[in-house]
Structure formats: structure tokens, C-alpha cells
């Protein structure tokens, strides 16, 4: 397993987040967390990431990790190869990773003089730059209009395939959580609960629908 939490708790003072959280994660796995507004999904990232203190037990069986955030986070006043390089001091495997997700034209660029979309893309070369064993992924379309979102869905997916990435992805879309994982684990609202769990490979997107309208008014 590259990942074994158990009976993880969360609270912000008084304010109950997570609730015994329960979950092992294999390598390779693509994981989504689907879960309902406010529920509890950036906390549970942020405590992979170790960003977020906790209660339980976690067991993680990698060295490297990459988050892609909501928002891109480039540094503005450099370019988009010294963005790359202030992570990865490595002009080869820059020029690779910015050749592969076609961006070897902006390399130049700083982040202001390019779309949402493109920022987004270069946030993932970064991410994909350390050469991450597991990539955690919040809600990192919600800004981006529909056909650059799913262009892009489609070379992380690429990507992380090819280099046998584990990725949880953290969102409350259930088309992105069926286009980008194996397994779906379903979240109750807050305190986050794991209510259900589901292969993609035996759901599809109208039955997920009809599941989870059912879950989430209970
Ligand atoms: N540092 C903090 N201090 C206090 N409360 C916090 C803190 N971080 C998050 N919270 C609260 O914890 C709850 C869960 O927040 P979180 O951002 O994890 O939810 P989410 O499911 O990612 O939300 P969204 O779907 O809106 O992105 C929210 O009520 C939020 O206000």
C-alpha cells in the first residue's frame, strides 16, 4: 500500500471536520474524494500533505509528492521556465515535461500574460516536474471553461498513467471524479464521512447521478 490512514479525526476547535476517516490507497491507484461544499476535501488534502495537524494514523509508503491547488500559484514576476527551475533545477527534464504537455512556446512567458488555462498547465508541469509518486489534486478545473477542463483532464490522465502516478483528486463534480479515477469515495457533508464507495469501472455517470442525489439528502 502507498497509503494507510486510520481513524483520522479532524476538528478546527470546535468545529468537527473530518470523521474517522478509514482508507489504504495502492500505487497506481487513481482515487476521487466526491464530496458535498464546505464537507471537509482541502482539510484531507492538507493533511497528506502534512500542512494540516491531525488525529489517527497515517502510514505513507512514498517520498514525493506534488499538490495541484485550485488556483495555479505561479510565481509572477518569473518565467514560466523559471517557475519550473526554482522546483526543479534541471533544464533538460523542463524542456521534456513543458515539450510533452505542449508548452515549450511559452517557456518565455511570465504567468500574467497567460490564459487560466495555460496557468493551470503549467502548474501541472511543475507538479509533474519532481517526479511525484503521489499527486493530490484540489478541485483544479473549477475556474477553467469546459473545453480547456477536459483537454486538460485528458493529458493529466495521460500523464499519470504513463508514469504510474497515484492521485487523489478532491472535487464535487461527478463526471471529473469518473473521468479521473478508479475508485470513488463517496463523502457525507461535514464532518466528512466516507459513506460509499464505488469502482468506475462498474458505474457509470447517470447511475453515479442517481446515487449520489440519494446519498446526499440522507
Ligand atoms: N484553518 C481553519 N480554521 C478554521 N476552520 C477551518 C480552517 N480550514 C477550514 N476550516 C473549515 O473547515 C470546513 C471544511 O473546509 P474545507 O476547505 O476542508 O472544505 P471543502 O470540502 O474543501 O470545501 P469546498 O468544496 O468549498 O472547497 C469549513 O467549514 C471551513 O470553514
Redesign the pocket.
Known sequence: MLLIIKNLNKS??S?K?LDNINLEIKKGEKISLL??????????L?IIAEL?SYDGNIQKNYQKIAYIF?EPRLIPWKTVFKNLEFVENHPEKINQILSELKLLQFKDFHPNKLSGGMQQRINLARALIVEPELLLL??PFSSLDIHIKWKLIKDINKQISKKNITSIL?T?DIKEAISLSDRILVLSN?P?KIIKEYSTSQINEEQLSNEIIKLWEE
Do not use: Y
Not at 35 to 44: D, E, L, R, V, Y
Open positions: 478546527f476547535n468545529l471536520v464530496g458535498p461544499s464546505g464537507c471537509g476535501k482541502t482539510t484531507f492538507r494540516e485550485q484540489d478541485e478532491v464535487h461535514r466528512a
